[in-house]
């Protein structure tokens, strides 16, 4: 069982930097892949950024290649979302997850998690 609490979001102007920050408890944590999806009103949860248990395998959605950075400290039980040159388009709920049926695949679909965060706004102002 993983349990999920994220942090930090909220609302910055466009150029602007946020990070997100999800601290999770359970002992099978550092075997998961993790992810941050955000999802817009009416539309389906969109993987932003996944990375595998070891660190080794990333990915990163095309609309945030080269601003967002996804890391993780399987020591402390934390993965963050580092966002920088932000964009309104950005603007979203952010979510961040836990696949634990997977140490190096990277699943796009959120059916594909078992576990969850309670979920952030995040705004970003023209």
């Known amino acids: 069982q993983v349990q999920l609490v994220q942090s930090g979001g909220g609302l910055v102007q466009a150029g602007g930097s946020l990070r997100l920050s999800c601290a999770a408890s359970?002992?099978?944590?550092?075997?998961?892949?993790v992810g941050w999806f955000r999802q817009v009103q009416g539309k389906k949860g969109e993987l932003v950024a996944g990375?595998?248990?070891?660190?080794?395998?990333?990915y990163y959605a095309d609309s945030v290649k080269g601003r967002f950075t996804i890391s993780r400290d399987n020591a402390k039980n934390t993965v963050t979302l580092q966002m920088n040159s932000m964009k309104p388009e950005d603007t979203a709920v952010y979510y961040c997850a836990a696949d634990a049926h997977s140490r190096w695949l990277l699943n796009h679909e959120p059916s594909q998690y078992e576990y969850w965060g309670q979920g952030t706004q995040v705004t970003v102002a023209s």
């Open positions: 359970g002992p099978t944590f550092s075997s998961c892949v």
């Open positions: 990375l595998s248990a070891n660190g080794g395998n990333t």
